[in-house]
């Protein structure tokens, strides 16, 4: 069964941090590599951060870099969004995603249903 699930949104005030945790089925995450974006009410989903299945080449949008932070734990089949720093903005719905392969370049095609961010003033 190939299964995506994410945990740990939740509302936080600006300036605060959360931290998103995807667990994975055995099929989807051995060898892949994985990622997160994110949805926005009425925009598009949005890269968010990806990371390799070794765990050693990551990469991070550019709106993100340096508060946001990609890892995973492949004795547990996890991946992990640390946020910090969260600015004001709109409530966004978190995705994980894996594609085929260790590499992050490429399509994402697996995802999670998501779970809800929203950040306040």
């Known amino acids: 069964q190939v299964r995506l699930v994410e945990s740990g949104g939740g509302s936080v005030q600006a300036g605060g941090s959360l931290r998103l945790s995807c667990a994975a089925s055995e099929r989807i995450f051995r060898n892949n590599a994985m990622g997160w974006f994110r949805q926005a009410p009425g925009k598009a989903r949005e890269f968010v951060a990806a990371i390799s299945w070794s765990g050693d080449d990551t990469f991070h949008a550019d709106s993100v870099k340096g508060r946001f932070t990609i890892s995973r734990d492949n004795a547990k089949r996890r991946i992990y969004l640390q946020m910090n720093r969260l600015e004001v903005e709109k409530a966004a719905v978190y995705y994980c995603?894996?594609?085929?392969?260790?590499?992050?370049?490429?399509?994402?095609?697996?995802w999670g249903q998501g779970t809800q961010v929203a950040v306040s003033s």
């Open positions: 995603a894996a594609r085929g392969g260790e590499s992050w370049r490429g399509v994402f095609e697996s």
